[in-house]
């Protein structure tokens, strides 16, 4: 019988960062919104952006794998999305309610998806409607059996060892996007399985991995929406 835990705040997204700063919302995996996400946050918000970390599992999150196919396998996507449209709504407001201070004179509209392995699919799913300027996906991708066009740009942190890392399914992912016109960037991160950036499972993290795909999230973040 696998085994949840209660997470703060639960299905209320959490807010890190300075209002009126670029935003991004960040999605987490099949495990829930782990501790670890925070300081992922945290350390996105010091690069100067507003960050949102939505709750898409109504409070419960596990560090056990049966937990997260159960909470994955019970995703309802209608729901999932519309929760992340919210979220992408509160990061474009900046979390004000009605119009924006008066003091603060330049604020930033956009906004910036950040998925992990199920969170990342369900971010590249959000971002065929247009409504963001960016996604970022860990370990995800779109089958051949979920056309459409994602009109922004995509950075794809790859793992080698799961269902999204090299092979024909990844390929033609990234194929696809060339194709539409998307501009795509690939990264791959050698002996690394779906959840290697996930701080809060130790059996699981590839810490130098995790850093490299951090950094390059936030270099391509700061390219994509601080222009």
Not at 22 to 38: K, Q
Not at 166 to 195: C, I
Request: aromatic content about 10%.
């Amino acid at each position: 019988m696998p085994e949840f835990i209660d997470i703060p705040s639960p299905s209320w997204p959490l807010t890190f960062g300075t209002p009126g700063n670029p935003s991004v919302v960040v999605v987490h995996d099949s495990f829930g919104r782990l501790p670890y996400l925070e300081s992922y946050a945290t350390a996105l918000a010091s690069r100067d952006f507003y960050v949102v970390v939505p709750d898409l599992f109504n409070g419960l999150a596990t560090i056990q794998a049966e937990g997260a196919d159960e909470l994955r396998g019970g995703i309802d996507i209608g729901f999932a999305l519309a929760a992340l449209e919210d979220a992408v709504e509160l990061g474009r407001g900046h979390g004000f309610d009605g119009a924006p201070d008066a003091s603060i004179q330049s604020q930033s509209t956009k906004v910036g998806l950040l998925g992990f392995e199920v969170g990342g699919w369900l971010a590249l799913r959000l971002a065929q409607s247009g409504s963001v300027d960016a996604v970022i996906a860990y370990s995800a991708g779109l089958g051949d059996d979920e056309p459409g066009i994602v009109p922004c740009p995509v950075l794809l942190n790859f793992c080698e060892n799961g269902e999204w890392g090299v092979g024909h399914q990844a390929d033609s992912f990234v194929s696809r996007l060339k194709e539409m016109g998307t501009p795509v960037s690939r990264h791959t991160y050698t002996g690394t399985s779906s959840f290697f950036a996930n701080a809060t499972l130790l059996d699981r993290l590839d810490k130098n991995a995790a850093a490299l795909a951090f950094a390059r999230s936030t270099y391509f973040l700061q390219e994509q929406l601080e222009q």
